[in-house]
């Protein structure tokens, strides 16, 4: 009873408009006030120790690297060196996008950012090359969230803290799938392009590849820091983010010089305030969590489920059901922080390998950020595009169905996810 209280009332609160952080917390409050007998103290030592993880400090240090990157410059030189790369291919355009968009993700660890960084930049040079603004918007739209499956992943991060996981694990479980991923969106940007005729670029000369490769080095070599960093050791992905926004700082302001000096306190002042969003949501979550977790309702979850007779199979069907329809409704972190919980426990009961899990949940959120009413993508697009979000949901549903085939890649192939992190010695 207590259970279809706690999500009536949430569903409730979340139906009126307001923000999902703050349904939380007041679900959490009212619950505590009139329906339990739960000591307050222990409710505010939950709140310092929920948070009080050593993982979280990557959130912040990651916004803050992605916004100087986005400022700097460096997502311009890594669209004129994909240019060259693969320009001279059927839709040679798009295709830079894809792996534009996947090397940003690479070192942005947001979507929303990789749209912005590489959308304002491509989709203008995408018109006036002669691509129609649809298949420059599908394209960005999509491949931007790759964002959050190529690490480092801030939405990995909030799994991890979640579940408990191991956050280095999960960053080098998302290579492969980034990399096959970023792949199959290619594919179909390339067949549509050979299929309407769309302009190809010039053939680049090695010269030009290797001048763009020179003068885009800087922010590629993020990637080798970040993710060779935490691969030999050197440093924990905690770590890896605070070098990546020292780093990234040091790329926007002197290597390249694209940001002055005295726009440096904006940057500061948008990561603080994107981080304390993140932050209160982590913290109403942490709270929502303690509260099911008394009323020990995953539990009670996990029993059902398992007393329906779901294998394996059926189970992680139902769940990415569960996080499409999820997806609807609210964005990633909110949907990590308050379903993790409850499934992760059913998932290791029934064997599911908690990496491999996490990188099917990450997967889920990356289709629901390309679709309506609440794709994230989708209205960063539209403020870029000027198009409508009915437009853009138009626009986006040939990459939007790739990556449902590749979901159900991820899901029932847990090989892709764990190949290389088990070869790496990270999984027992």
């Not at 690479?106 to 691509?131: D, E, H, Q, R």
């Amino acid at each position: 009873m207590n259970t279809l209280i706690i999500f009536g009332l949430l569903i409730a609160l979340m139906l009126t408009g307001m923000p999902i952080s703050i349904s939380l917390g007041l679900t959490v409050l009212t619950f505590l006030f009139t329906m339990t007998q739960v000591p307050i103290e222990s409710v505010a030592l939950k709140l310092f120790t929920g948070i009080e993880k050593f993982e979280i400090m990557a959130i912040p240090f990651f916004i803050l690297a992605g916004n100087f990157l986005t400022h700097g410059g460096v997502a311009r030189r890594m669209i004129n060196f994909a240019t060259v790369m693969v320009g001279h291919w059927h839709g040679g355009l798009g295709l830079a996008g894809v792996l534009a968009c996947a090397l940003f993700a690479a070192i942005s660890g947001s979507s929303p950012a990789t749209v912005v960084a590489i959308g304002s930049i491509l989709l203008p040079a995408m018109v006036k090359a002669g691509f129609p603004k649809k298949f420059g918007a599908g394209i960005v739209t999509t491949s931007g969230a790759l964002g959050i499956l190529i690490p480092p992943s801030i939405v990995m991060v909030m799994y991890a803290v979640a579940t408990n996981t191991s956050v280095g694990a999960l960053f080098m479980a998302g290579v492969v799938p980034g990399v096959v991923l970023a792949t199959l969106l290619g594919a179909m940007t390339w067949y549509r392009a050979k299929k309407f005729d769309y302009p190809r670029q010039p053939k680049a000369s090695w010269a030009q590849r290797m001048k763009a490769l020179r003068e885009s080095f800087w922010g590629l070599f993020l990637i080798v820091v970040v993710m060779g960093g935490i691969y030999t050791g050197i440093f924990t992905p905690t770590e890896a983010a605070a070098m990546a926004a020292v780093y990234a700082f040091i790329v926007a302001i002197f290597v390249y010089k694209d940001m002055p000096l005295s726009k440096v306190p904006k940057v500061l002042l948008d990561s603080a305030n994107m981080s304390a969003m993140l932050l209160y949501i982590i913290t109403n979550a942490v709270l929502f969590s303690f509260i099911m977790a008394n009323e020990n309702i995953p539990q009670l979850l996990a029993q059902w489920l398992l007393d329906m007779g779901l294998g394996p199979v059926s189970f992680l069907l139902a769940v990415n059901v569960m996080l499409l329809l999820a997806g609807n409704v609210m964005e990633p972190s909110s949907i990590v922080l308050i379903l993790a919980p409850i499934l992760f426990p059913v998932a290791m009961k029934l064997g599911i390998d908690p990496v491999h899990f996490g990188i099917m949940m990450t997967v889920n959120m990356e289709v629901g950020m390309c679709h309506p009413p609440v794709g994230l993508n989708l209205y960063v697009a539209s403020g870029i595009t000027k198009m409508g979000i009915t437009e853009l949901t138009v626009a986006v549903w040939p990459w939007l169905l790739t990556m449902l085939v590749f979901l159900m890649m991820v899901t029932y192939w847990p090989t892709m996810s764990l190949a290389l992190p088990k070869a790496l010695g990270m999984l027992g």
